[in-house]
């Protein structure tokens, strides 16, 4: 049989799952791939960094250059994460005609399309199956699985810890803030957090999936993005009165007209009774609609060594292949498109709304706020405002009609603007999935 060597950059949490998987599973990987994988040797950071599951000393080094030009590695694994480092070890490998597999969203969101044209021009290939969802098999079924189909829409709860937050309130009726602490206290969430809960991270994936459902790159700057810092008890409270679960969702949707996607991730009110409402705690899932297919549902654990090892196994098994056939993109990188698409600015985007206001109950305050949403020829699908007494702050909710997000916003700031309006008004897109 023949052998393929894989050399890892990066021992930590991610490395050291790999190998532990690669040690229990590599046997059967290559009896089932007919090409024998085994790793060679791991650069780590330091030897006696902590780390998961064991790496024997004799198999480290410190330095990934040795790692990269060893020979004997046919296929390099950068898990080191980081956009500088990271990219270098690739180019690297590349110039070498290596291929590499990479678990590093970040590096694809900020330079994917350099990587992937770098990788074209040495007869390379880069696999990211890991960069994405962790375990969930989402990279190679859009690439591979949907590849007679157009993707008319993909919605995805990408991001583990906010979904783990947003599950929590919603449960136990509890703060953001106090949430958050707890996550952090007990390793659901990372110090500082931002890069989670202000909806980086899922920009980042999010990115990656829409360029490969619509065959063109999607730059992180273009994709719209809100986090879940200002999501209030209220608002999940409200929310569920009228039968929805509020979810950061990333989405990615064909616009009616010519080859224009909506690219975004923002807090979304999810009807209870959809799939995704349900997906709970540290699950990640993709909901995927294709013009040939119909619906689909991925879901699955989005991080962790174990879940991100299986990615990192299945792009193992795809590069031995490739190097077994003699065909470096038999699995391609992307899948183009008939024509060439951009993201639609999020102001021209269509969406259904939930706003809550803080106002002062009294006579006339309901028509003078409906009268500005009328004037802006946005509809009010329903109203819901608890009892209050006159002279009193209460919340007013109003879930709106389809209208692009920049009328809403324009009709919202008017209405902010009213003496009787307190604070700044709360909008949150709405998606019925139709
Ligand atoms: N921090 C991410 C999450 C996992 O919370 O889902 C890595 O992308």
């Not at 799952?17 to 024998?36: C, E, P, W």
């Not at 297919?293 to 174990?306: E, I, M, N, Q, S």
């Not at 007494?389 to 389809?402: K, T």
């Amino acid at each position: 049989m023949q052998q393929v060597n894989l050399g890892m950059i990066g021992g930590g949490t991610v490395g050291s799952g790999v190998y532990h998987a690669l040690q229990h599973n590599g046997g059967l990987l290559s009896s089932r791939i007919g090409v024998n994988v085994a790793i060679r040797k791991v650069a780590v950071k330091a030897f006696d960094e902590p780390r998961p599951y064991e790496i024997p000393r004799s198999m480290m080094t410190t330095d990934w250059r040795e790692v990269v030009n060893d020979p004997q590695v046919h296929v390099v694994a950068e898990l080191i994460g980081g956009t500088t480092l990271a990219a270098e070890i690739i180019l690297s490998a590349f110039k070498l005609g290596k291929p590499v597999i990479t678990a590093n969203k970040a590096l694809l969101s900020k330079h994917g399309e350099e990587l992937f044209a770098a990788a074209k021009k040495c007869g390379a290939n880069l696999y990211y199956e890991a960069s994405v969802c962790g375990g969930i098999p989402i990279i190679k079924s859009l690439r591979e699985g949907f590849v007679g189909n157009r993707i008319q829409a993909l919605y995805g709860i990408v991001n583990g810890t906010c979904n783990y937050i947003l599950t929590r309130m919603k449960l136990e009726g509890a703060d953001f803030s106090d949430v958050l602490t707890d996550a952090q206290k007990q390793g659901y969430a990372e110090t500082p957090p931002d890069l989670d809960i202000d909806g980086w991270d899922s920009q980042h994936k999010i990115g990656i999936l829409a360029s490969l459902a619509h065959g063109f790159w999607v730059r992180p700057e273009k994709i719209y993005v809100e986090g879940i810092r200002h999501i209030s008890v209220l608002d999940i409270q409200f929310a569920s009165k009228l039968g929805y679960t509020i979810k950061l969702l990333g989405t990615v949707k064909k616009l009616e007209s010519g080859c224009r996607v909506q690219a975004s991730v923002f807090p979304t009110l999810i009807p209870d009774t959809h799939v995704l409402a349900s997906v709970s705690h540290v699950f990640n899932a993709v909901f995927v609609r294709g013009d040939v297919v119909g619906d689909t549902l991925f879901y699955g654990r989005g991080a962790g060594k174990d879940a991100t090892a299986s990615a990192v196994l299945s792009d193992l098994a795809d590069a031995a292949l490739d190097l077994k056939l003699g065909t470096p993109s038999r699995v391609p990188p992307f899948v183009p498109h008939e024509c060439k698409g951009a993201v639609a600015p999020i102001e021209e985007v269509i969406s259904q709304y939930f706003v809550r206001l803080n106002v002062v109950d009294k006579p006339g305050v309901l028509a003078k706020i409906a009268t500005i949403f009328g004037q802006s020829d946005i509809g009010i699908s329903s109203v819901i405002q608890p009892e209050g007494h006159e002279g009193a702050r209460v919340p007013l909710i109003f879930m709106l009609h389809y209208a692009s997000n920049g009328a809403v916003h324009q009709a919202l700031k008017k209405i902010g603007r009213l003496p009787v309006v307190k604070g700044k008004p709360v909008m949150l897109r709405v998606e019925n999935f139709e």
